[in-house]
């Protein structure tokens, strides 16, 4: 069984660029969401999708966006990046969007410069 | 607001002792509670979860007990070993909502 992996690694960017984070769901899984996590924080929902539409958002803004594939693998996209957006990205995804319990991937750490 | 608190950033303990990790939350709307471990450089690992119909729930060395009245739940892990070092996760979900909302982590340490 596969987890979830998401690419890349690391990234820095510089502050009004545009990013693309990416994230494969475990084997079976069809629900995918997406967390910041900033230094000394614990994870903050950005939103989640369920076979390939938007399943609820969190309170980020608009240049916040995504997109899952009919694979269930998932995109997060932010333009115009400020500083502030320097975080780890995690994916998670659940068999369903009723599922309680998440799997985490690795995450992907942004830097914003 | 912050829906889900931990309120101790570290705890330090010996092998073999127990190591107790607390969390209270706000929402009464909450139903359902999860722990997530967390290695440097990794993704949050699921450890064990409690719905909200149960006050207790065991899987080997980690017991998990839910106060709803208090809104406080806490980790106990027995015995406490060195591989368990590392940031602990409270988190909390609802039926009406997608989404799990976190605590801001406690730092475990465990030395020999």
């Known amino acids: 069984e596969t987890g979830v992996t998401q690419s890349p690694t690391h990234l820095i960017k510089t502050r009004g660029q545009q990013v693309t984070l990416r994230c494969s769901s475990q084997?079976?899984?069809?629900?995918v969401s997406w967390y910041q996590q900033a230094l000394g924080q614990g994870p903050q929902f950005i939103f989640q999708?369920?076979?390939?539409?938007?399943?609820g958002r969190g309170n980020f803004p608009p240049r916040f966006s995504g997109l899952q594939f009919p694979n269930y693998s998932s995109e997060l996209n932010v333009n115009a990046l400020e500083l502030d957006d320097s975080a780890l990205y995690l994916c998670?995804?659940?068999?369903?969007?009723?599922?309680?319990?998440?799997?985490f991937g690795p995450g992907t750490r942004l830097t914003v410069t | 607001d912050q829906q889900v608190k931990q309120n101790s950033p570290s705890l330090s303990v010996q092998e073999g002792r127990i190591s107790i990790l607390n969390c209270d939350y706000t929402?009464?709307?909450?139903?359902?509670f999860l722990w997530y471990k967390k290695y440097p450089a990794e993704g949050p690992t699921f450890l064990i979860s409690?719905?909200?119909?149960?006050d207790k729930n065991e899987d080997g060395r980690f017991t998990v007990f839910l106060n709803k009245s208090a809104k406080h739940l806490s980790l106990h892990i027995v015995p406490s070993q060195p591989g368990d070092s590392a940031v602990y996760f409270c988190?909390?979900?609802?039926?009406?909502?997608?989404?799990?909302?976190f605590g801001t982590g406690t730092r475990l340490q465990v030395f020999p």
């Open positions: 929402n009464s709307m909450f139903d359902y």
């Open positions: 998670a995804s659940s068999e369903d969007r009723y599922s309680y319990e998440q799997y």
């Open positions: 999708y369920y076979r390939e539409e938007e399943n």
């Open positions: 084997s079976g899984h069809n629900t």
């Open positions: 988190a909390a979900s609802s039926e009406n909502t997608d989404k799990l909302i």
């Open positions: 409690i719905s909200s119909i149960k």
